[in-house]
């Protein structure tokens, strides 16, 4: 959804939440105004958050046609950039998507170059989500490393979307990768170390990933592992990074966040 229409679910949420339980529905129903999309999206934000209750008829369904929505709207944002022509690079498919942005399959022709290109999805793009990912392009820009997804080349587009073209990184997850081939484990230590000397270089340069998990570290068909998506990441000195303390919100992976990120301490190489 654009952030327009995501400022306004917030703020019939939030509005819901503050009234008694038996008034939430009735709230809720007359401020979409007949928007049933946006009448599920708030619905299912109100269960997610514990606040809906027995309210709606089929809880569930609810939450789940809400999502749905949503997930569909998403998709459609991502897929709208596929065939345009960004920078140098023309966007060929859709990758994945992230908190952040999207990364496409791109080409440049001229070149005969392919690679990996990120930017921010158009309707989320708030000023702390550009300001996060400028940080991730600068971020990118000191790393040199075999074993680090190496940043390419960097640009805004014609409408104001900035992007950054990344190595094209063709390979699995590492743990797949390991499970896949049943590897053994002085095999898989091997790799643990490569990812490693990958993170010590990064300490070296002062940055901390603060987002190392299984997806974030693909393994090619060389058997090379890559540290990707540094979107997260944080300078130890100089540069201050963008987080997003002025909300209270936290960016990290909870499976795989180190405790000082759980507990909210501040981040260091450990």
Request: proline content about 5%.
């Amino acid at each position: 959804m654009d952030a327009e229409r995501w400022a306004r679910v917030q703020a019939i949420f939030h509005d819901a939440i503050e009234r008694p339980a038996a008034e939430r529905e009735s709230f809720v129903r007359d401020a979409c105004g007949g928007d049933d999309d946006l009448r599920r999206e708030v619905e299912a934000m109100l269960i997610a958050d514990g606040a809906g209750g027995d309210l709606f008829d089929a809880p569930r369904e609810a939450l789940l046609e809400g999502l749905a929505s949503a997930a569909r709207r998403h998709e459609a944002d991502a897929t709208s950039f596929v065939g345009r022509r960004v920078g140098p690079y023309t966007i060929r498919w859709l990758l994945g998507r992230g908190g952040m942005g999207s990364v496409y399959f791109a080409e440049r022709p001229d070149v005969g170059l392919r690679c990996a290109l990120k930017l921010v999805r158009g309707g989320l793009a708030a000023p702390e989500t550009v300001e996060r990912f400028l940080f991730e392009r600068r971020v990118l820009a000191r790393l040199d490393h075999p074993n680090i997804a190496r940043l390419l080349d960097a640009g805004i587009d014609e409408d104001g979307t900035p992007w950054f073209a990344m190595e094209l990184v063709e390979g699995e997850p590492i743990d797949r990768y390991c499970d896949a081939r049943r590897l053994s484990v002085a095999e898989r230590l091997r790799l643990f170390e490569a990812v490693c000397e990958a993170i010590v270089y990064a300490h070296g340069n002062l940055i901390v990933h603060r987002d190392l998990k299984p997806g974030n570290i693909l393994v090619t068909a060389d058997g090379v592992p890559k540290l990707l998506d540094f979107g997260i990441a944080k300078l130890l000195e100089g540069e201050e990074d963008p987080g997003l303390t002025v909300t209270g919100h936290r960016l990290l992976t909870p499976d795989y966040a180190a405790p000082e990120q759980l507990a909210g301490a501040p981040v260091t190489t450990a």
